[in-house]
C-alpha cells in the first residue's frame, strides 16, 4: 500500500540499493558488527531506553525510527559512549564496549549542527581528529585529499564553514569523521537542519557513499521517507522500545501494529469489531 505521504518509489526492491556509485573506492575495509544487549537507560525517574536487544550486520545501513522522546538519540549515544546504560552491554565486532569511552571505541559520530570549527579552514577541520594520533604531516596531507576526495569537496580547502553551503557543511562533517576509518558511523540526525529539496538530494548521495566505504551506519530520524529510502533494515521505536524490526518493505507493509502503521503513514486503516461467532465489523458495516 502507498499513500500521498510516501515516494513509492523507495519500497522497489534491492535495486534501490545497488545503484552504480560515483564515489570513491572504500577507505578501508572494516567489519563493524554491532550487537546491544538489554539495554536500559534513565534520568531521574523517566526511562528512556527499555530493554533494547538489537544486532546490527557488519556493512548494513541501520536506521533508528520515531517520534521525538522515543530513545533513538539516547540509544545512539549508547553505542557511541556518550551515555552510559544503567543496564545492558553493548557489543562491537565480538568485543564490550560498554565501559570505554568514546575515543577508544571504533566509531565515530555525524551530529545534526556539524559541529565544525568556524576558524578553521575546511582541511583544518577535516584533519582535526588526526592531531591526537602519531600521523606524519605527510600522512595527513594524504587522509585529508582523500576525505575530501571521497565527498566531492577536492578543491574547497581554504574555504572556511562560512562561505560553505548546507550541503557542503555536511559532507565536511563526514569527511571528518570518515578521515579517522571508523568501522562504526553513527549518524545523529545529520539532515534535519536542511531545507527539504537538499535533504533529499543528500538522502541518495549518503546511501552512495555509504555503499561505497562499507562501513556500517546508524542513522537516527525521526523523518519515514528518510529512513525507507536509505535503510537495509530499520528499527521503529516508541517509548524506549523496538517496536518492530526488518526492512524497509517489510515494516511498511507489514506493520506489526496500528501505531507502527499510523506512524508511517499507512492510509488503509480501518476500524474492526468482533462482533461474536466468527463474525467482523469492518467500519460501520
Known amino acids: 500500500p502507498c499513500d500521498s505521504s510516501i515516494d513509492c518509489t523507495i519500497l522497489t526492491g534491492p535495486s534501490v540499493h545497488r545503484s552504480p556509485s560515483r564515489y570513491a573506492a572504500p577507505m578501508a575495509v572494516a567489519t563493524g558488527h554491532v550487537v546491544l544487549s538489554d539495554l536500559e537507560k534513565r534520568f531521574d525517574d523517566v526511562a528512556v531506553v527499555r530493554g533494547i536487544d538489537l544486532d546490527i550486520a557488519s556493512g548494513e545501513f541501520f536506521s533508528l525510527l520515531g517520534p521525538s522522546g522515543c530513545g533513538k538519540?539516547?540509544?545512539?549515544?549508547?553505542?557511541?559512549?556518550f551515555e552510559r546504560p544503567d543496564r545492558g552491554s553493548v557489543w562491537i565486532d565480538g568485543e564490550e564496549v560498554t565501559d570505554l569511552a568514546p575515543e577508544h571505541r571504533p566509531v565515530n559520530t555525524v551530529f545534526q549542527s556539524y559541529a565544525l570549527f568556524p576558524h578553521l579552514t575546511v582541511e583544518r577541520n577535516v584533519a582535526f581528529g588526526l592531531?591526537?594520533?602519531k600521523v606524519s604531516t605527510h600522512e595527513v596531507g594524504t587522509r585529508v585529499a582523500r576525505a575530501l576526495d571521497l565527498v566531492e569537496l577536492g578543491g574547497l580547502e581554504g574555504r572556511r564553514p562560512n562561505q560553505l553551503s548546507g550541503g557542503q557543511q555536511?559532507?565536511?562533517?563526514?569527511?571528518?569523521a570518515l578521515i579517522l576509518e571508523p568501522r562504526v558511523l553513527l549518524l545523529d540526525a545529520p539532515l534535519g537542519a536542511l531545507d527539504a529539496r537538499l535533504r533529499k538530494a543528500l538522502q541518495v548521495e549518503l546511501r552512495s557513499l555509504q555503499q561505497a566505504i562499507g562501513i556500517t551506519f546508524v542513522y537516527v530520524t525521526h523523518a519515514q521517507?528518510?529512513?525507507?529510502?536509505?535503510s537495509d533494515r530499520l528499527a521503529v521505536m516508541d517509548e524506549g522500545r523496538l517496536v518492530q524490526v526488518g526492512t524497509p518493505r517489510e515494516v511498511y507493509e507489514e506493520p506489526i501494529d496500528g501505531s507502527v502503521a499510523d506512524f508511517l503513514g499507512v492510509a488503509n486503516l480501518l476500524d474492526v469489531e468482533h462482533l461474536g461467532g466468527g463474525r467482523v465489523q469492518v467500519g460501520d458495516r
Not at 555536511?170 to 571528518?176: E, G, I, N, S, Y
Open 170 to 176: 555536511q559532507r565536511v562533517a563526514l569527511a571528518r
Open 225 to 230: 521517507e528518510e529512513a525507507l529510502t536509505m
Open 73 to 81: 538519540t539516547t540509544t545512539l549515544r549508547i553505542i557511541g559512549g
Open 131 to 133: 592531531r591526537f594520533q
